[in-house]
Each structure stands twice: as structure tokens, then as C-alpha cells.
């Protein structure tokens, strides 16, 4: 089954775009909500802890470098717990991908096309989701690859079209907030690299180069935390903190400011290619770990023909998880970060410790 | 109705595509969980066109980590 490989390239971009994924389009209201004009310093604070997770990441990966992260559950915590640990994970993934789709669905109903029903949008973006599991990790990564050169085109005119129209009051004053700001960091992180642990699904035993894919790691967050700084600060500099915090979308109420000399206007829907494209590689990532999470746990040899049933599944799901719009703010805003940190802290520093007292009972049977 | 047809018609169109897959390859395990997916899949379609109260994960996990969330919550004010 682990016969596909992807390069070290294609794994730093599905980082990036992993990690980009919905944060993008969600996290600079909640961010100026907790902090106001200082969700930027949150933003730089988080990224500096991402560092010691993907760390943490790296880290487990190391005791069995050809395992996935389900295996790794079973090898470690043995047959049974490892099972039960790993279903958990299995349907926090599943949850998350029928949260994105949601998210997909709301957006879409909310912005841009009011009169369609969301089941519609959402049964077409599901479509798109399976199609992409179904044709494997090495479609995506290849997909990944012409995708990135279309993200960051349009996320280069986004940050030139908006220069003109910075007002640096806004941003002022510096560090007025104080504490809120580790809140900001906090939210940044759990939508920025939590979700991340996911990608222990691919890597490292999916990817061609260990060695080298374990340096861009880093590479990758550190570039896709500077694209959210800057789409963070420019957030906060042309709509203003207030205004932002307001907003269910801000950075979509940003691509609607663009405005060039009364000419080049009301080209956010262009700019929501960007959205598109970042959260169907978080959602095919969700999808996709689930997927093969649970052939592994259920040692099926092939994840195909669970791929249609557990999309249908998907798609009701997407229909239950938010009931309204405020339901899905306090979701987000309460549950959801203890819920990712969960399986992104809790699961990585349980495996860590069960290994370690293992190894160490170990060698005191040997010396006894 | 509309819905409960639309479910059904889904779950033929994923049965005439993955079954002939299935018998060629001659995979046992997998036919097990993709019948069991499909028919959980097919239940909760039909649960949610009639309206029925369905049990929302959303719910349980509300449930699980509200201490939790009311406790962080005072700690970073």
C-alpha cells in the first residue's frame, strides 16, 4: 500500500498549504477579537511555537520512521489501546474534514452565492475531495505543485494592490493589549500547526527524502507563517481591528477593498481562488488520513472502495456539524482548540512517554 | 421524499461502480467495511431527510470539553 512516494518538495507544499488551509480565511477575526491591533505579534509568537511542535512531530516520527502515525499508535500502545487511540484519531479527522466542507458551504452561501442551497455547493466540493483521494497522494502532490504557482501569483497581487490603501494609525498603538495577545497566539496555533499532527499520515513514510523533507518542514512553516503575517498585518492596516473583529470573513472583506485608481475593483471573487485552493488541500488531507487511517487500523491491503461510502458520510456529516452560524463560532472558538489539541499535543507526548518508559523498563531488566 | 430518493440513488450509483472492483480484485475485508460504511451512510441519509433527532457529535463533544473550555477560559481572560 506505501508504495507511492512523494519528493521533499512536494511534501513542503502540502505543508503549506495544510497549514494555510482555512487559517487564512477564518482566524484574522477571531485574532483581532482577542487581541485587537496587536493579532499580529500573536501571529509572529505562534509561528515561533510551531516550531517547537513540528520538533515534537519530527521527533515521534523518528522511533519508527516507516510507520504512520496509526500504526505507530498500535506498535506503541500495543493492539487494543493503539486501536481505540487510533479510531479516536480517525474520526477527529473525519470531523475536521466535515467542519472544513461546512466551513466551504457557509462560505460560499454566505459570500458569494446566497440563492444556492448549501447542500449543493457542498455535495460539489465533496466531489472534488473524493476524486482527489481516489487518484492517490501522488496526484495531489503533483496538483499541489501547479496549484502553489496559481496561490502565490494571486496572493502577490492581493498584498500590491492593497499598499496604497495602508493607514499605519491602524496598527498603532504597539503591545497596548498585553495578555490577550498569548489568547491570539493560542488560536493561531491551534489552526495554524496543531492540525499538522494529521500529516503524520504522509510523512515520513510516504516521502522519497526523510532527511531533506524533515528541513523543509521547517522551510514550509516558516513560509507559510510569513504569508498569514502579512495577510494578518494588511488586515489589520486597510479594515482596521475593529472593523475585522466584526467581520465572519475579514480577509475576504480585505480582497473587497481593492480598489486602483477607481479601474481595478470587485475582484474578490477572483481573490476567493486563493480560499479555494488552500482549504481543499486542508480538506483532501483530512479526508485522505482518515481514509487510510482506518484501512490501516482495520489492516484492509485497499482504501479505494471505502472512499465513496465514507464521502457520503462525509457530505451528511457536513449537513449536522453546524446548526447555525453562532453555533459554529462557539464551536470554533471554545471546543475546537481543545479538541485539535487533543490529538496534536495530548497524542504525540502520550506516545513520547509510553516509548521512553518502555525503553527505560527495558534496559533495567537488562542490567538486573 | 425528494431527499430519501436522492440517498438511494446515491448508494445504487456507489454500489454499481465499487462492486465490480470489489468482486475482480476478490477483497473480503474490504466488502465487509464498505457494505457496513454504505449502509451507516444510507441510515443517516434517510434519518436526516425525514427530520428525525438525530444524536450530533457536536453535542457529545460540547459535552466533553465544556469544564475543559470554561476552565482555560479563565485562566487567558
Known sequence: ?368 | MLGIAGVLVTALIIVIKEVPYLKRKKLKREAWAFSFLLLFAIGLGIAISLQLNIPNPRNGLTTIYKPLSELLKYWIK
Open chain 1, 1 to 368: 500500500m506505501n508504495t507511492v512516494k512523494i519528493s521533499a518538495r512536494q511534501f513542503a507544499l502540502i505543508v503549506i498549504f495544510f497549514s494555510v488551509g482555512s487559517t487564512i480565511l477564518t482566524i484574522p477575526g477571531g485574532m483581532t477579537q482577542a487581541a485587537k491591533q496587536d493579532a499580529w505579534i500573536g501571529a509572529i509568537l505562534g509561528t515561533g511555537i510551531s516550531f517547537i511542535l513540528v520538533f515534537l512531530y519530527i521527533t515521534i516520527t523518528k522511533m519508527f520512521p516507516q510507520l504512520t502515525l496509526v500504526e505507530l499508535n498500535e506498535k506503541i500502545l500495543g493492539k487494543w489501546i493503539g486501536r481505540i487511540v487510533s479510531l479516536c484519531f480517525i474520526f477527529f479527522a473525519f470531523y475536521s474534514s466535515a467542519l472544513m466542507l461546512a466551513d466551504v458551504g457557509d462560505f460560499l452561501t454566505i459570500q458569494i452565492l446566497p440563492e444556492t442551497p448549501n447542500a449543493a455547493l457542498q455535495i460539489l466540493f465533496a466531489i472534488i475531495v473524493i476524486m482527489g483521494v481516489r487518484l492517490g497522494l501522488e496526484t495531489l502532490a503533483r496538483s499541489a505543485e501547479i496549484l502553489f504557482i496559481c496561490f502565490m501569483v494571486l496572493f502577490i497581487i492581493l498584498v500590491i494592490t492593497l499598499l496604497p490603501k495602508v493607514e499605519l494609525e491602524n496598527i498603532q498603538p504597539i503591545f497596548e493589549s498585553g495578555k490577550p495577545i498569548i489568547k491570539a497566539a493560542f488560536l493561531y496555533i491551534c489552526y495554524f500547526s496543531l492540525p499538522l499532527v494529521v500529516l503524520l499520515m504522509v510523512f515520513p513514510a510516504s516521502v522519497n527524502q526523510p532527511k531533506k523533507a524533515e528541513k523543509n518542514f521547517y522551510i514550509s512553516i516558516l513560509i507559510s507563517g510569513t504569508i498569514l503575517l502579512c495577510l494578518i498585518i494588511l488586515t489589520i492596516l486597510v479594515v482596521g481591528s475593529t472593523l475585522s473583529a466584526h467581520q465572519l470573513y475579514p480577509s475576504y472583506a480585505l480582497a473587497r477593498m481593492i480598489n486602483l485608481e477607481n479601474f481595478l475593483q470587485r475582484i474578490e471573487a477572483i481573490m476567493a481562488a486563493m480560499w479555494f485552493i488552500t482549504l481543499y488541500f486542508k480538506m483532501v488531507f483530512y479526508f485522505f488520513a482518515a481514509v487510510i487511517g482506518l484501512a490501516q487500523t482495520l489492516k484492509l491491503n485497499d482504501y479505494l472502495p471505502l472512499t465513496l461510502p465514507l464521502g457520503m458520510i462525509l457530505v451528511l456529516l457536513s449537513l449536522l456539524v453546524n446548526p447555525n452560524t453562532v453555533a459554529a463560532e462557539t464551536f470554533n472558538t471554545d471546543i475546537w482548540p481543545l479538541l485539535v489539541s487533543t490529538y496534536g499535543l495530548g497524542l504525540p507526548i502520550l506516545l513520547l512517554a509510553v516509548q521512553y518508559s518502555k525503553k527505560n523498563f527495558q534496559r533495567n531488566k537488562q542490567q538486573k
